[in-house]
Antibody, heavy 117, light 112 residues
Framework: VQLVESGGGLVEPGGSLRLSCAAS????????MSWVRQAPGKGLEWVGR??????????LYGAPVKGRFTISRDDSKNTLYLDMNSLKTDDTAVYYC?????????WGRGTLVTVSS | QSVLTQPPSVSGAPGQRVTISCTGS?????????VHWYQQRPGLAPKLLIH???NRPSGVPDRFSASRSGASASLAITGLQEEDEADYYC????????????FGGGTKLTVL
């Protein structure tokens, strides 16, 4: 199993960014996936999850990002996405994607998002 | 402030045993949701250490064990080794506000 995040970088407050997570080594199209973030020097915070297509690819989000962030997936590309809008300085963090069985059994290495003017 | 409460730090000498607690409430651990534990070494991604309250994934030494009782859970590490120095997080599910995954605030383990 391999998960590789990309798309992080520096963005101004109020801006937008799209993160990607390229998956390989498992049946991505049947996997429930989550995004988790970690602010510098802080603990882990769950961002949200997306179910597989058989479950309607439904999404669920944590309160701090609900209405601003959108999780989607492209099963033809084995890729998970996180679209982030109206970014705030508090969104500065390393963002990880993970396979989600209820526990998060496989993690990527993360991509750093810095929100600053 | 995390929904699951962990001590900020614990420490122990090599060879000793330490425990890390994780306290929840009636909407998460107390509602019979599973607890999972992660180890995060400095600069690395978290790694699943224990799943479903007490189960070790393949490759995790049996020095690591965990249990759940009521609205709390605990992780025990026996025969401490220097390589165990890391941050440890508990994780569960909470059924309020539509349901969401929750983490403890994390515990820094220092091997003296």
């Amino acid at each position: 199993v391999q998960l590789v995040e990309s798309g992080g970088g520096l963005v101004e407050p109020g801006g937008s960014l799209r993160l990607s997570c390229a998956a390989s080594g498992f049946r991505f199209h049947t996997a429930l996936m989550s995004w988790v973030r970690q602010a510098p020097g802080k603990g882990l915070e769950w961002v949200g999850r997306i179910r597989d297509r058989s479950d309607g690819a439904t999404t669920l989000y944590g309160a701090p990002v609900k209405g601003r962030f959108t999780i989607s997936r492209d099963d033809s590309k084995n890729t998970l996405y996180l679209d982030m809008n109206s970014l705030k300085t508090d969104d500065t963090a390393v963002y990880y994607c993970a396979t989600d069985r209820g526990d998060l059994d496989n993690w990527g290495r993360g991509t750093l998002v810095t929100v600053s003017s | 402030q995390s929904v699951l409460t962990q001590p900020p730090s614990v420490s122990g000498a090599p060879g000793q045993r330490v425990t890390i607690s994780c306290t929840g409430s009636s909407s998460n651990i107390g509602a019979d949701y599973d607890v999972h534990w992660y180890q995060q070494r400095p600069g690395l991604a978290p790694k699943l250490l224990i799943h479903s309250n007490s189960n070790r994934p393949s490759g995790v030494p049996d020095r690591f064990s965990a249990s759940r009782s009521g609205a709390s859970a605990s992780l025990a590490i026996t025969g401490l080794q220097e390589e165990d120095e890391a941050d440890y997080y508990c994780q569960s599910y909470d059924n309020t506000l539509g349901g969401f995954l929750i983490f403890g605030g994390g515990t820094k383990l220092t091997v003296l």
